[in-house]
């Protein structure tokens, strides 16, 4: 088309507004990151997960120590297991050696860091010198490896089973690691968790509630923090119970964090339950005397 010095003059005002909103639209800055939460919106997400399932089918007892060492499961649903896995040992294991001889089940002991091999009467635990973590790898001349080559190993692949684990934060990583089809192999996992700060924490809990009912939870005394709020403290016992087994009653109220059969973890400190108040600053991570695991980088 050929255009007149008329019409030319005509669309030049166009010209330049184009040229104007082409100019502005090349300054303006690129679509900000997502802010990450914060921690005290990490640790409040996290205490709305951590809200116990009233299961109609649920026996709950101790098993191993009275205080510290000891982990509730659902006695009644534990028929039919075929094999037991206990991570972190320090100097004993009163849970496995409980679990093996009222079962007659073999317990697979795993911990790389303590010389200590717990003796248990009945059926003998077998004893890794080996960690449990995210990957196969050599740290500090110490073996780690994933729960899915260490079930696979001790040839229970295709059984049914029990685990404890309690591995001073290496609980996270080697988890988020394990496939839900493993998972869902295993009928009760009762377990102690340190931290609540980090997005992997949430993101953990949620997985497993995907496969299990959360069925208890207690907060470990030794761990008691003002600045956990609106948790009462970092470390907590948790039980999960696979969904294929636990049945559960939502008209009936959950259990309350602390009563029976929950015990203090030490029993001459103060307690620090969610219906309770912090009444005296207790050790961090990083100053509690217990013991295993190497401390990750950050935790709380």
């Given at each position: 088309m050929i255009r007149t010095r008329s019409s030319a003059r005509a669309l030049a005002p166009c010209a330049v507004l184009s040229l104007v909103a082409l100019a502005s639209s090349a300054c303006q800055s690129p679509p900000a990151s997502?802010?990450?939460?914060?921690?005290?919106?990490?640790?409040?997400?996290?205490?709305?997960?951590?809200?116990?399932?009233?299961?109609?089918?649920?026996?709950?007892?101790?098993?191993?120590?009275?205080?510290?060492?000891?982990?509730?499961?659902?006695?009644?649903?534990?028929?039919?297991?075929?094999?037991?896995?206990?991570?972190?040992?320090?100097?004993?294991?009163?849970?496995?050696?409980?679990?093996?001889?009222?079962?007659?089940?073999?317990?697979?002991?795993?911990?790389?860091?303590?010389?200590?091999?717990?003796?248990?009467?009945?059926?003998?635990?077998?004893?890794?010198?080996?960690c449990i973590g995210a990957e196969t790898e050599s740290v500090d001349s110490r073996p780690f490896d994933t729960l899915t080559n260490q079930i696979a190993k001790n040839g229970d692949g295709g059984k049914r089973l029990i685990v404890k684990m309690d591995v001073e934060g290496a609980e996270w990583d080697s988890l988020l690691a394990t496939p839900d089809a493993v998972l869902s192999r295993i009928d009760q996992m009762p377990m102690e968790l340190h931290g609540v700060n980090e997005p992997r924490f949430l993101e953990l809990v949620r997985k497993l509630k995907r496969t299990f009912y959360l069925v208890s939870l207690h907060f470990n005394n030794h761990a008691c923090a003002a600045d956990a709020d609106p948790l009462p403290a970092?470390?907590?016992?948790?039980?999960?119970?696979?969904?294929?087994?636990?049945?559960?009653?939502?008209?009936?109220?959950?259990?309350?964090?602390?009563?029976?059969?929950?015990?203090?973890?030490?029993?001459?400190?103060?307690?620090?339950?969610?219906?309770?108040?912090?009444?005296?600053?207790?050790?961090?991570?990083?100053?509690?005397?217990?013991?295993?695991?190497?401390?990750?980088?950050?935790?709380?």
């Open positions: 997502p802010v990450p939460p914060e921690p005290r919106q990490i640790r409040q997400a996290l205490l709305d997960e951590l809200r116990p399932v009233t299961l109609k089918n649920c026996t709950l007892k101790r098993f191993g120590s009275a205080n510290d060492g000891g982990y509730l499961m659902c006695e009644n649903l534990i028929a039919g297991f075929e094999s037991a896995y206990s991570y972190g040992i320090d100097i004993e294991d009163n849970w496995g050696c409980e679990v093996s001889r009222e079962f007659a089940v073999r317990v697979h002991q795993y911990d790389c860091f303590t010389p200590h091999r717990p003796r248990c009467d009945g059926a003998p635990p077998v004893f890794h010198n080996e970092w470390a907590y016992q948790v039980l999960f119970v696979n969904k294929r087994l636990g049945v559960p009653e939502p008209s009936l109220p959950a259990r309350v964090p602390g009563s029976a059969p929950d015990a203090p973890d030490d029993p001459a400190a103060p307690d620090c339950q969610l219906q309770t108040s912090v009444t005296r600053r207790q050790p961090l991570l990083t100053e509690r005397p217990r013991k295993r695991y190497p401390k990750p980088k950050l935790l709380y």
